[in-house]
């Protein structure tokens, strides 16, 4: 985001939630300046992570310049209220029973079915804070496991363990006077939970399916009176979209508009949070998302594939940690499948698992 506001003269400090440090998102060196007094300094404060303790999210929101809305960040913090806004909306999501005791999971195995994820309602993400069950043998053994959280503090929202045929994300941005933009429908590949390749466009969509995403954005992003870059992530089942959860932020499955479209995501919610005109969101090639995951240091060879981009985000490495991303654009499906395999013979294939198939399916 920071690289994003550079040429637009907008100049983006962060703050570290984990321990209210200011830093310099490019040099990552530490600024000294107090929270309150760079608070009262910047025209707008935004977030890219909405898991934010909640005394720093209420001294931003009063400060009367966070955007989205604090109402909008905890919405999707939450899955109980995410939940709650999906029924007052009418919008269809995954079936689920919210519980605060772990005896309640046997009603929702009975209402359910057997197979199931068990999500923390607070502080997850890339699939932390879940628990699956695969059949009922398994139920003791979870319980025992669940009854070590505070369940009244943090509840947990029980889905049904949905059979899909695809994974689908919707990524646009909306400014205060109420103009949208949308980037194109983005297909989602996860691997233990975590987004591995991002297709953007997604192949084979259709108009009706692209309406009924759009209509979702509309009917959330109204509602929250949303300014910004919100992230919609569906499940699709045949030609019906179902909701998993949303993102009041940039999105993973968005970091392909850094070089396949117009403007990117960065770019353009800078742009509505400061109430400048949104940027166009016109795809400039098919793009490949490639989330480098878990992985140290490695050659930089791959760097002479044509159309093979690098972003690499210098933090220190850790298992499942993200440590950075490939954009890979190309004219053609066929031929981004091909800058896939090609991509595929530089790295090891136990950190990029879907990268083969993937690469085959497009071809
Ligand atoms: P993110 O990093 O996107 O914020 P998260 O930790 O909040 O992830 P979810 O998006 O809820 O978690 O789930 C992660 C992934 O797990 C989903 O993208 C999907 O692949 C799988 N998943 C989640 N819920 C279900 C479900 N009800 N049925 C089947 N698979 C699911
Ligand atoms: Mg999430
Ligand atoms: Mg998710």
Not at 249 to 264: E, K
Request: charged share 25%.
């Amino acid at each position: 985001m920071a690289l994003a506001g550079y040429p637009l003269g907008i100049s983006v400090q962060a703050v570290d939630v984990a321990d209210n440090k200011i830093v310099d998102p490019v040099t990552k060196q530490v600024i000294n300046n107090s929270l309150n007094r760079l608070i009262e300094e910047v025209d707008t404060i935004t977030v890219e992570f909405e898991h934010i303790p909640e005394d720093l999210l209420e001294l931003v929101h009063g400060s009367g310049k966070l955007k989205p809305s604090v109402e909008a960040i905890l919405t999707g913090a939450d899955r109980v209220r995410e939940k709650k806004l999906l029924e007052k909306l009418a919008i269809d999501n995954c079936p689920f029973e919210i519980i605060t005791e772990v005896e309640q999971l046997d009603a929702a195995v009975e209402k359910l079915g057997e197979k199931l994820i068990i999500k923390a309602s607070r502080d997850g993400y890339d699939g932390y804070g879940q628990w699956r069950l695969q059949n009922k043998s398994q139920l003791p053994e979870l319980k025992e496991k669940l009854s070590q959280l505070d369940l009244h503090k943090i509840p947990l929202v029980v889905e049904k363990m949905l059979n899909f045929d695809r994974e689908l994300s919707l990524v646009a941005v909306r400014s205060s006077n109420g103009d949208i933009a949308y980037y194109p429908l983005a297909e989602n590949l996860h691997y233990q939970g975590q987004l591995h390749v991002s297709i953007a466009p997604a192949p084979q969509v259709d108009e009706a399916l692209n309406q009924q995403a759009k209509t979702i954005f509309n009917k959330l992003a109204e509602s929250l009176d949303y300014v910004g870059v919100l992230s919609v992530e569906f499940f699709q089942i045949g030609q019906q979209l179902l909701v998993n959860e949303i993102a009041p932020r940039v999105h993973n499955s968005g970091h392909w508009t850094m070089q396949g479209a117009d403007t990117c995501q960065f770019e353009n919610h800078l742009r509505a949070v400061r109430g400048l005109p949104l940027g166009s969101t016109k795809v400039t090639s098919p793009t490949a998302m490639i989330n480098i995951i878990g992985c140290k240091a490695f050659s930089r060879d791959m760097l002479s594939i044509p159309g093979c981009h690098l972003h690499w985000y210098g933090k220190t490495p850790r298992k499942k940690r993200k440590m950075g991303h490939f954009n890979l654009c190309a004219d053609n499906y066929s031929e981004l499948g091909k800058t896939m395999q090609a991509l595929a013979e530089y790295l090891p294939v136990e950190n990029f698992p879907m990268l083969k198939d993937e690469a085959a399916r497009l071809i």
